[in-house]
C-alpha cells in the first residue's frame, strides 16, 4: 500500500501530472520547496518537508531532506517490529514512494566556462541519500529515479492498488545505478579538476551469457551501453536466426561499420570475415551491390555476415539461395525476403537495425590490453588533404572510387591496401583486399595482384568478353584505385603496382622516403596522390 510519497526533483517534467495521479489514490504528497510551489501553483495539495523534519530548508538548500524524519520514514523495515516501534516512539511517520531526480552536475560541467564553486553546488547529497534509502528498502518503498516511469507505476497503482515487487525491484537496480553513474561523474571531474588526473568508468549493463567466447573453451558475455543509441548493432533487432556468438559481435559491427563508411547514396553491400570486409561494393540496385561484393571473393564469403545500407528484398535474398551466410544486417527486411530467408535457414540470424542510416555518435573507443584499458577518439573522416604528388595527373574522376578504397583501408586490418574497381558508371567494387600483413609490400605483391586475377576470372568467364584473359585483366587493373592505410615506407610497393599495371594508388604519405617514392611513381606513370590522413586498424 502506498499512503505517503515524497517528491522532490531538478527536472519537473511530468511532476504535476504524476503528483495529480498519486492525489486521485488518496496518496499524501510530501516535497520540498521548487517542487512544492510548482504542485500548489497547479492546484495540488503538498506538504512541505520543513513541516515534517521540524527545520527549514538552509545553507541555500544544502540541507532540505537530510533527517531521520525523512530517512527513517524510508529505511524502517515494515515486517521489523523493533523498526516500527522505534518509529513510532519517535514520531517517525513511513514514507512508502519516494520521486527524486538529481541535480544536473553533467549538464552544469558541460556549459562552457563553468567554475569550480557552481560545479560543487550542482552535487546533489541529499537527492542520492533518498534514493539510496528507498532502493535499499525497495521491499517496502517504490523509488522513481527517472520520469519516464511515472505513467507505468500509476498505471499499476489505479490497477491493482500497490506496486509490484518486479516493479520496485526493478526501480530499486535503476535508482542505485543512478547514483552510481552520478558518483561517477563527479569522481570524473573532480579528478580531473583537482588531481589533474583522468579516470574512466564505463556503464555496461545486461550483461548476456554467449555460448562461448572467441573459441569452444572460452566463457563470454556480451553487455551492453545503454546511453548509445542509433546505428549500433547492439540496437539491432534479431529477427530470426540462433543467438549471436561472441565472433558474430565483433564481425557483425565491422560489416556495419564498414557500410556506414560508404555512405547512404547508393545501396552499399560489405561482407566480413574474421572482422575484415573480404567484400565490398556499391550498385544501382541492392542485387548488383550483392553480387559485385559476393565476386570481391567468392571463397571468402563462405560463412560470412553481410550488411547493407538498403532493405533486403526478395530477389537480394533470392541470390543468396545455396550459399551458406551466418548474419545478414539491413535497415529492414521486406516480408516476402523474410519468409524467403527464414525458410533458407533455421540458423541464418537476420538482424533489422531501422536506425541505420542515421548518424552515430558516440565519440570515443575502448580496447582492453591485460592490465588496462585504451581510449581514443573515434577515427572520423577519410582524408585531410587531397593532394597529387605525381608528374601524372590524378583524374578527378578517380575521386569516388578513391574514396571507396580508403573507407574499405579503414575498416581493414593493418597493414591493409585495397585494390577496387567501377565496374559500372559509379559502381564500385572491391577486387581484392590485404589486410593483416606484417609488411605492406607483400599485401600487394602476393595477395592484390593474384587475388583480382582470380576474381577476374570468375567475372570473365561468366561474361565471355571478346578479349583474352590477359588483356582483359590489364584493361581493368589500368582503371583500378590502389589505396593504403598508411605511407609506402619505400618504393617496392609502387614498383609493384605497377608491374600489374595499376595506375592510381592514394595514401597518406609522410615517409622519410616520400621522394624516392615519388621518383618511381613518376618514372613508371603512376599517378599518386597524398591524403594526410594514417588508417591505422589493429
Ligand atoms: P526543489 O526544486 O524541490 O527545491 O529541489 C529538488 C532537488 O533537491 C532534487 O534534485 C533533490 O535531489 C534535491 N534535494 C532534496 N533534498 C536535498 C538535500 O537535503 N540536500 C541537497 N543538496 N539536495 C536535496
Redesign the pocket.
Known sequence: MVKRALL???D?TGIVDFARGLKQLDIEII??????R?LRDAGIETID?SEITGFP?MMG??????HPKIHGGLLCLRENPEHVSDAEDLSIELIDMVA????PFEITISRKGVNLEEAIEN????????LRSAAKNYKSVTVLSDPQDYGHILKELRSSGVVSQESRERMAVKAFRHTANYDSTIDTYLSRTLLGEDTLRLNFTGGRELRYGENWHQEALFFSQPEIEGPALANCRQLHGKELSYNNYVDGDNALQTVKELGHEKPAVCIVKHNNPCGLATGNTLLQALQAAWDGDPISAFGSIICTNVAMDLESAKFLKGKFVEIIIAPEFKHDALDFLKSKSKNLRLLELPSFNESFDAEFTYKYITGGMLKQSRNIGLYEKWECVTETEYPEEKRGLSEFCIAACKCTKSNAVNLSWEYEDGCYMMLAMGAGQPNRVDSIRKLCATKARENLKEIYDREQPEMDFEEYCNNILSECVLASDAFFPFDDSIIHAAENNIKYIVSPGGSIRDNEVIDTANRLGVSLVFTGMRHFLH
Open positions: 522532490s526533483v531538478s519537473k516535497s520540498t520547496g521548487g517542487t512544492a510548482m518537508v530548508e538548500g544544502r540541507v532540505k531532506t537530510l527524486v531526480n538529481l541535480y552535487i546533489d547529497i541529499g537527492g542520492p541519500s533518498m
